[in-house]
């Protein structure tokens, strides 16, 4: 049999019920308290408070504050009126049956309205993601393209260079050898023209029977034909000419390759393997679960916690090796390091669980509030405090409605403004 709790006290306004609750040292939490529109019950077992209101009041606006050995209600009536009791009086067991069972009805239903609608928003946000995801990809993959296409044009455009320069040599070569070639038969006629003069003037002592030259080219085509034949070249001999090619990683060209930035590249490449070498040799001696990126953000968060600070690091810097791409290990590990007084590396961490936090959807909103504030803390701890301003003012776009965070904005306002005076 339940203890009904029968002491209390209310007081009212014409818009508000105030109702305070003495818990008599029992020890309450806000799943032992249920209230609909106009039925409140509270079951600490083996007590229980039950009441029946005179008139229906909007239970999502109403509050209840547990501390101090009370609970303290404050129900905002639905009409502004003044209630002649807190209770319907002279209800019959029915009545207050059927209420009852009603309210708990309306709770159910309203319970699978509000998560209905979290399953819808939560779908929403995902598209959302999944969308902003896309677009980022789609402006990436376009980019890359535009890159493409321009390198593709640059090596067009040498490659167009490079034929017409090699052209242009050839066309001067041929010039050149057709000169060569006039110049030579302009020189075999001179020598053709000289011999056949010579043989044209008789000489003292000999017959004056002259030989005529025979009609025709017979003579002069055998007789250009000896000189031809005695100032061609030896023809050249035979050989092999062997070509090698330097070993390349890359699949270009080297005259279309940027040698320094290829040599950049695979040095980097070198110092990740041996990186990741060096890693893996280090996670042997590891046990399957220290190798769980989550098992040790839950073991940094305990050490956290209980004050570890630095034992919370270290778990979240094994984390982090294992998967550096976990915003909140980032935001975790700038927690301790606040608390470390470690403020650059705080700064650090949460920047770069800034950038892991993109898009923005409203499912990382509580961390990239977090994020901010941490690093505004940091920033102010610097005495730097017009950035830190910035990530607070970040923190208030995202959450507007969080009071600390516009308190704490205003302090540091007035530190600025406070050395803008001083100075």
Known sequence: MPVWLREHSWRQSPSAVYLSLPLRGLRATPANIFCSDQYLKVSIPPFLFE????APIDDTNSTA???????FFTLYKKEVAMWDSLTIANANKEKLQYLRENAVLKAQEKAREETEAKKVTRQEHKKYALEATMKLEEAER????????????KVTEELELWEKQQKNAGQQKRVQKEEESTKEVEQLNEKKTENMNKSRIPNEGTSKTRVKPSKGHGSSSIFSENLLEEQLPAPRPAATIKISFTARVFPTALRESRVAEEEEWLRKQAEARRTINADLSELEDLKEEERNPDWLKDKGNKMFATGNYLAAVNAYNLAVRLNNKLPLLYLNRAACHLKLRNLHKAIEDSSKALELLTPPVPDNENARVKAHVRRGTAFCQLELYTEGLQDYEAALKIDPKNKTIEKDAEKIRHLIQGTIQDS
């Open 65 to 71: 504050k547990i501390g101090n050995g009370i609970i």
């Open 51 to 54: 009441a029946i209101l005179y």
């Open 142 to 153: 376009k980019r890359i393209e535009d890159l493409k296409e321009k390198e593709r044009q």
